[in-house]
C-alpha cells in the first residue's frame, strides 16, 4: 500500500474551505486589511486554498513553531517560536491559520504570543481538530472538521516529511508509520 487510505476526500475538503472562505469574508466583511498567520509547514496547502478563496482584503504571513514534549524542554512551555511573522500585526484584524489542533498546546501558545501585539482583533482557524487528544481547552473559530484520535496525512499534513502533498487528508495506518 503505497498511499494511505482517504479519511476526507479532496472533495470534501474543498467543499468546506468554501464555507469557511464565506464565513470569515462575512465576520470580516468590514476589515481594512486581514492578516493571515500560516503556522508551517503543515498549513501551508490550507492557507494558500483559503486565501484565494477570500474577498476582504488579506495579506498572508508565515510563522513556525517548534514543540517539545515535558521531558524534552526545561521550559514550562512546550512550544517556542522559531520563525516569525516579516511585518508588524498591531492594529490589524489577525486569523491564526493551523492544520490541526491536537493538543492544544500550540494554539493555546500563539494566542498569547500575538495578543501581546495588540491586533485590534485576534481570530483562530483550524482544517482539522482531534477532541479526544486536548490537553489544554483553545477555542476555534474556523474549524473544518473534526476527526478521531488517528495518525493523518496529506493536505499538509506529514508522517516524517511524507505524504504532505496528497490531495486528501489520509489515515496512516500502524504499518506505514
Not at 83 to 100: A, C, K, P, T
Request: proline residues 6%; glycine residues 6%.
Amino acid at each position: 500500500m503505497d498511499q494511505p487510505p482517504p479519511l476526507l476526500s479532496a472533495e470534501q475538503i474543498s467543499n468546506r474551505v468554501d464555507e469557511l472562505a464565506a464565513e470569515i469574508d462575512e465576520a470580516y466583511a468590514d476589515t481594512e486589511m486581514l492578516v493571515l498567520i500560516g503556522v508551517l509547514k503543515g498549513s501551508f496547502i490550507f492557507l494558500s486554498d483559503l486565501a484565494r478563496r477570500l474577498h476582504v482584503p488579506h495579506r498572508v504571513e508565515f510563522i513556525a513553531v517548534s514543540s517539545y514534549g515535558a521531558k524534552e524542554s526545561e521550559h514550562a512551555d512546550p512550544v517556542r517560536l522559531i520563525m516569525d511573522v516579516r511585518h508588524g500585526i498591531d492594529g490589524h484584524d489577525v486569523l491564526l491559520v493551523e492544520d490541526i489542533v491536537d493538543t492544544g498546546h500550540t494554539l493555546a501558545y500563539l494566542k498569547r504570543l500575538f495578543a501581546a501585539h495588540e491586533p485590534k482583533t485576534l481570530g483562530t482557524c483550524a482544517l482539522l481538530h482531534k477532541p479526544d487528544r486536548t490537553e489544554q481547552e483553545v477555542e476555534v473559530d474556523y474549524l473544518g472538521f473534526t476527526i478521531p484520535d488517528v495518525w493523518v496525512v496529506g493536505y499538509g499534513l506529514d508522517y516524517a516529511e511524507r505524504h504532505r502533498t496528497l490531495p486528501y487528508i489520509g489515515e496512516l495506518p500502524p504499518a506505514m508509520r
